[in-house]
């Protein structure tokens, strides 16, 4: 059992940051990928980012690129999710998910059905 609890979502203005947090376990952030999807009201999920500790790899999708970045904190067997410059297309209810193989791994992109464990979701609202 892999548990995921997420933090950190709220209301920002465009052009704000927001830091989201996903704890977990040491087990956890040595042997999965962890990431974010975020699914929009009536829209499908989206992988936003993930990383995998042991293979060294970061993801991001194209539409948060030089905008959000995905960090671990060992110490804390926590995941990150820094968020700059968020405009109003960000505004989502934001997932934490794990599993031990993306295709990332490969070169392509997150897929939700890849992932096997989901925190409870966070909601994040940019607006004025």
């Known amino acids: 059992q892999v548990d995921l609890v997420e933090s950190g979502g709220g209301l920002v203005q465009p052009g704000g940051s927001l830091r989201l947090s996903c704890a977990t376990s040491e087990f956890t952030l040595d042997d999965y990928y962890i990431g974010w999807f975020r699914q929009a009201p009536g829209k499908e999920h989206e992988g936003v980012s993930c990383l995998s500790e042991s293979d060294g790899i970061t993801y991001y999708a194209d539409s948060v690129k030089g905008r959000f970045t995905i960090s671990a904190d060992n110490a804390e067997n926590t995941v990150y999710l820094h968020m700059s410059n968020l405009k109003p297309e960000d505004t989502a209810v934001y997932y934490c998910?794990?599993?031990?193989?993306?295709?990332?791994?490969?070169?392509?992109?997150?897929?939700?059905?890849?992932?096997?464990?989901w925190g409870q979701g966070t909601q994040v609202t940019v607006s004025s």
């Open positions: 998910a794990a599993t031990p193989y993306s295709t990332v791994e490969d070169g392509g992109d997150m897929i939700a059905a890849e992932f096997d464990y």
